[in-house]
């Protein structure tokens, strides 16, 4: 892993405003970051010290958003890779890499570091082979880390690492990854079903637009299929966000709006009333 292929870690800008729904999810992290991080005496030597936990579910349902605004909201720093990323052909440099990834974390403390696509890097061991994945060596360094965190200086919250792994595949994990002190809490993120989860999305997606009267967000969760991923309540933001600037664009051609009235940054959403 070349140094600069590894961000550094910083604190993300993405807050629970950001984030609709999801409410019971973002009390359950808070709690179990929260508290080890305020009180870390407290769980000095005691069965309550994780390393972190697991976030599973299908892509698109806002683990990566979650994990981020976590950081944002304890003011802690965030370290994000992919495990793929830290595959390496040459011998030894996965483990390498791994390792790397933790220095940095306790270099940058309190830091979250956040392990995406992880049954990449820690399937299940012995079903790897020589195929190219992830070796029982590559597992083995990731367990000695992560038993490295659970082990820190529980008395000082400015040396607390904390591990958010995601994966769409939880079945495909090494199971003692997710030994009790280890990744033991799991929790499912999922797509957004009913009026109200979906609303509160786009909701959230559409906080800093402007909005034109008759966009109604409630009519336009209804008219969507029963389930959807936060990125396909994107998806729909984003295509309604084009044909609001397409309309404005062929206003101001036509001179029905003046450009004066519309800043650069002032991002639309809606058709544009015309003017007389
Ligand atoms: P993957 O498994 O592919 O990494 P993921 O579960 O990490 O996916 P995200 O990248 O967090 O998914 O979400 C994709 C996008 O969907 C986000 O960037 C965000 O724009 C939107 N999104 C998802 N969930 C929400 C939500 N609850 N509120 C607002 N936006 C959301």
């Known amino acids: 892993l070349q140094s600069q292929h590894l961000d ?37 030597n005691s069965s309550l010290k994780r390393s972190g936990i697991l976030l599973y579910g299908p892509p698109g349902c806002g683990k990566t958003l979650v994990a981020k605004a976590v950081s944002t909201e304890l003011n802690v720093s965030f370290l994000s890779v992919k495990g793929p990323e830290l595959l390496n052909m040459y011998i030894g440099q996965s483990e390498e890499n791994v390792r790397k990834v933790f220095e940095s974390a306790r270099a940058s403390s309190p830091c979250i570091v956040f392990l995406d696509e992880l049954d990449a ?16 060596r590559v597992v083995s360094q ?12 529980e008395a000082d919250s400015s040396s607390f ?46 906080r800093n637009y402007k909005m034109t009267e008759e966009v109604r967000l409630e009519d336009i969760a209804a008219s969507l299929p029963e389930r959807c991923t936060g990125a396909d309540l994107l998806a729909v933001i984003d295509t309604a966000r084009a044909a609001a600037v397409r309309a404005l664009v062929h206003n101001l051609q036509a001179g029905l709006v003046k450009e004066s009235e519309f800043s650069q940054d002032s991002v639309i959403l809606g058709v544009p009333e015309l003017r007389q």
Request: glycine share 10%; aromatic share 8%; charged share 25%.
């Open 8 to 44: 550094a870690p910083k604190i993300p800008k993405v807050y629970w405003e950001d984030i609709g729904g999801l409410e019971k999810l973002k009390k359950e992290l808070l709690k179990t970051i929260e508290f080890p991080i305020k009180y870390p005496h407290l769980f000095k």
């Open 121 to 136: 890097l820690a399937p299940r061991r012995g079903a790897a082979g020589d195929s190219g994945g992830a070796s029982d």
């Open 142 to 153: 990731l367990l000695a880390e992560v038993d490295g965190v659970a082990s820190g200086d």
């Open 161 to 206: 690492v904390f591990i958010m792994g995601a994966t769409n595949r939880p079945d495909l994990l090494e199971h003692s990854l997710l030994r009790p002190g280890r990744l033991d809490k799991l929790i499912y993120v999922g797509p957004y079903c009913g009026l109200y989860e979906k609303t509160s999305v786009l909701k959230a997606l559409c």
